[in-house]
């Protein structure tokens, strides 16, 4: 069945680097992603989000990237921090109310 | 700033038993989710639920599964009779519109049927 993926369990970034998690989906029907932060024990934590008509969107410190062409999608963090130490998922929505959420990237970033 | 809050935050309860997960959305939030993590798999979703009503559901929400909306607050999750693979956490979600805007996370309740 079509799904959002993520192409790398786990990521290890130094304190400092700016680090990149990717995601491919396939539902070339989706219309709006978002990346989200989960910290553990607690719930998803929303970062940043893009539609479909955009390929690029910056935040605070992060910057998501959409390729439409290749249904690929990236979240950029800038000079990642200790408490960016997380699970990141990417999540899509196919213009109903649910979303599909990948399999998640775990960060460990390093002192 | 306004937060989707969940109780409780553990339940434990033994199979075949009857447990109702609560939360409460953002106030002026009218669109209403559950969703369920197991244990280092990714987040699934269960149901969807606007104006007194189910607007969507997954295959894991069967007749095992119900919403309500019993007041102007509280949303809630039912499961009728638990197994043992309902152990999970549940996470409640909140959005102002459909299908387009983000959904706030509660901090989940984690269940565990033993």
Not at chain 1, 20 to 26: D, E, F, G, P, V
Not at chain 2, 27 to 56: A, D, P, T
Request: charged share 20%; proline share 4%.
């Amino acid at each position: 069945g079509e799904s959002v993926g993520l192409h790398l369990p786990t990521l290890s970034v130094q304190e400092g680097d700016n680090s990149i998690i990717n995601c491919a989906y396939s539902n070339s029907a989706s219309d709006y992603f978002i990346w989200y932060k989960q910290e553990s024990g607690k719930g998803p934590q929303f970062i940043i989000d893009i539609r479909s008509n955009m390929d690029k969107r910056q935040g605070q410190r992060v910057t998501v990237l959409l390729n439409k062409t290749v249904k690929h999608l990236s979240l950029q963090i800038a000079a990642t921090q200790p408490g960016d130490s997380a699970v990141y998922f990417c999540a899509e929505n196919r213009g109903d109310y649910k979303l599909s959420f990948g399999a998640g990237t775990t960060v460990t970033v390093r002192a | 700033e306004p937060e989707v809050t969940q109780t409780p935050s553990h339940q434990v309860t033994q199979m075949g038993q009857e447990v109702i997960l609560r939360c409460v959305p953002i106030s002026n939030h009218l669109y209403f989710y559950w969703y369920r993590q197991i244990l280092g798999q990714k987040v699934e979703f269960l149901v969807s639920f606007y104006n007194n009503e189910i607007s969507e559901k997954s295959e894991i929400f069967d007749d095992q599964f119900s919403v309500e909306r019993p007041d102007g607050s509280n949303f809630t999750l039912k499961i009728r009779s638990t197994k043992l693979e309902d152990s999970a956490m549940y996470f409640c979600a909140s959005s102002v519109g459909g299908s387009v805007y983000e959904q706030y996370f509660g901090p989940g309740t984690r269940l565990t049927v033993t």
